[in-house]
């Protein structure tokens, strides 16, 4: 993560800390008020249908948030596409494809048998969903509706999981699934760049299911408008080097571990690794969707010298070469643990009943 962007998200989460700070936030506050006012104007005009929205001849399952990153949407698509896998569907995931290179129309990352596109060009979270469920359709397209349509009528999906839609109108949806992180569930409260929502909380309403992640007991359940799942992401027991080869997690206890990521929230990695007992001689928090250009592969090359092993996540890793690092690399993937599913099922079993029966 740049400095920059920690800044940021420090201030946003933990407030001021000096006269220079309160007075910087209280110039983002403007900006932040008109950010929001934007966004519910144009949440507005879809509703009014004075902008189109596409409605897919299939059920549409959004899985959005309210805030910036780091909520833990991957996980939880993952979970989904796995789930209704099992039931015998045949599933696709349409992502935007956030760290890709610009990709005009729908690119499809994989047609069912894992990815065919390298994460460089399709982005981190599809190119890892796609390896993750080699069953599964997955499409990248900026304009979702492309995406959705070139899955229905050209790979034959029956049902659709956009990721990270709750923002997207164009594309209409039959569950509205939204995540919250349950210890900082809003921030300060405020729209970028004054904090970190993307939208005013009010917009909340048009969640039909709120999946609380990183759910740690004694956080206290925020008011929302629809049925709460509580969840947390867990580190596997098992870890992988970068071709793949499976590494228990717990014989890497006794190493000396340099561990860097680039995700939005790289802190709650690096705090799981050490509560699971690795030794982390160093870390490394680097930008969402980093690029490994020659600077930053120099820098792990760097810190590489009082260490044995590096670890990072399912990620970084997609992007990785192991004869571009000086130590072995090991990556963990991160698992979702549901505290209750009762509402999930049901509102699953609903949208899909017809299809299974097929």
């Not at 104007?41 to 959004?62: E, N």
Request: include cysteine; charged fraction near 25%; proline fraction near 6%.
């Amino acid at each position: 993560m740049s400095e920059l962007a920690a800044f940021h998200r420090r201030l946003c989460l933990e407030g001021p800390r000096s006269w220079y700070e309160s007075a910087l936030l209280a110039a983002l506050l403007p900006l932040g008020w008109l950010y929001g006012v934007i966004g519910r104007i144009r949440a507005k005009l879809y509703d009014w249908k004075l902008l189109p929205s596409y409605r897919a001849p299939v059920p549409v399952i959004s899985v959005g948030n309210l805030s910036a990153g780091g909520t833990g949407k991957t996980p939880v698509v993952d979970y989904l596409v796995r789930r209704l896998l099992r039931q015998g569907l045949r599933v696709a995931v349409v992502s935007r494809g956030y760290g890709g290179r610009g990709v005009s129309g729908a690119l499809v990352v994989s047609s069912g048998a894992g990815p065919a596109v390298e994460a460089a060009r399709c982005g981190d979270e599809p190119f890892l969903l796609a390896r993750r469920n080699p069953e599964a359709l997955v499409v990248v397209a900026a304009k979702r509706k492309l995406g959705v349509r070139l899955a229905v009528e050209e790979l034959g999906a029956q049902v659709v999981v956009l990721d990270d839609g709750f923002q997207h109108h164009a594309v209409r949806r039959d569950l509205n699934i939204v995540l919250v992180d349950a210890a900082k569930p809003f921030g300060n409260g405020h729209p970028l760049p004054a904090g970190l929502l993307r939208e005013f909380p009010s917009a909340l309403k048009r969640g039909q299911l709120f999946i609380l992640t990183r759910w740690q007991e004694g956080c206290a359940l925020p008011n929302l408008p629809g049925p709460v799942l509580r969840s947390r992401h867990v580190l596997a027991s098992q870890a992988f080097d970068l071709e793949g080869r499976v590494v228990a997690l717990e014989t890497l206890c006794a190493c000396k571990v340099v561990a860097f990521a680039g995700i939005a929230a790289p802190e709650g990695f690096f705090r799981d690794l050490r509560r699971y007992g690795l030794n982390l001689v160093r870390t490394l928090a680097l930008p969402d969707h980093v690029d490994y250009d020659e600077g930053v592969l120099q820098r792990l090359r760097d810190a590489s010298a009082e260490a044995e092993i590096f670890i990072t996540t399912e990620k970084d890793a997609v992007k990785l070469k192991s004869d571009g690092l000086p130590l072995p690399c090991r990556q963990v993937p991160l698992v979702l643990e549901f505290m209750e599913t009762a509402a999930l099922d049901e509102a699953l079993e609903r949208l899909t009943a017809d299809l299974s029966s097929h």
